[in-house]
T-cell receptor
Framework: AQSVTQLDSQVPVFEEAPVELRCNYS??????LFWYVQYPNQGLQLLLK??????LVKGINGFEAEFNKSQTSFHLRKPSVHISDTAEYFC????????????FGTGTQLKVEL | DAGITQSPRHKVTETGTPVTLRCHQT?????MYWYRQDPGHGLRLIHY???????DKGEVSDGYSVSRSKTEDFLLTLESATSSQTSVYFC???????????????FGPGTRLTVL
């Protein structure tokens, strides 16, 4: 069975500073990894996903993530954050069974301050 | 937004009462999912459906049942609500016909349920 760990429940950062949100996964087979963002009182929307190929994945709103198989990590980064990036971020892995079931991490609340 | 709506958006109910949440999609996608979101747990899969009358259990299915009599509607029922089922419930769809691991899931706006 797969699992996802997001060690940081909250990450405060000043506007225009860089940020990294950490995600580690466990899986014994090929993995497909996703980052979703949830703005206050909204549903989740996809930021980016890693399927195969290049380990550096670029997503929407200037975010990118790097897949590192040896460290079983898929950390999310942005070089310069904006107030509007304040949201909760979820890392997820797609299960190996049928049905494209997602296993989510517990989420990281990014709070961007002036 | 993949044409997903959820109703009601907010509901307060009492312990022991039945509750049904509805997820509606407009684009006839085959795969639909119900998740619950709780602080410290992220999102956890309750049930999913892979077609009309075809459903399967997820990670936290105890106390929940689902039905899908039409492609566009996926209903989640709490037969006898308990306080532990207070949560935010999200419906999602997978766009691919076969729900490949590479498919993106699209989420509805959520239903906030409070069980007193």
């Amino acid at each position: 069975a797969q699992s996802v760990t997001q060690l940081d429940s909250q990450v405060p950062v000043f506007e225009e500073a860089p940020v990294e949100l950490r995600c580690n996964y466990s899986s014994s087979v090929s993995v497909y990894l996703f980052w979703y963002v949830q703005y206050p009182n909204q549903g989740l929307q996809l930021l980016l996903k890693y399927l195969s190929g290049s380990t550096l994945v670029k997503g929407i709103n200037g975010f990118e993530a790097e897949f590192n198989k040896s460290q079983t990590s898929f950390h999310l980064r942005k070089p310069s954050v904006h107030i509007s990036d304040t949201a909760e971020y979820f890392c997820a892995v797609s299960s190996t069974g049928g049905g494209n079931k997602l296993t989510f991490g517990t989420g990281t609340q990014l709070k961007v301050e002036l | 937004d993949a044409g997903i709506t959820q109703s009601p958006r907010h509901k307060v109910t009492e312990t022991g009462t039945p509750v049904t949440l509805r997820c509606h999609q407009t684009e006839n996608h085959r795969y639909m999912y119900w998740y619950r979101q709780d602080p410290g747990h992220g999102l956890r899969l309750i049930h999913y459906s892979y077609g009309v009358k075809d459903t399967d259990k997820g990670e936290v299915s105890d106390g929940y049942s689902v039905s899908r009599s039409k492609t566009e509607d996926f209903l989640l029922t709490l037969e006898s609500a308990t306080s532990s089922q207070t949560s935010v419930y999200f419906c999602a769809i997978s766009l691919g016909l076969a729900a490949s691991h590479t498919d993106t899931q699209y989420f509805g706006p959520g239903t906030r349920l409070t069980v007193l």
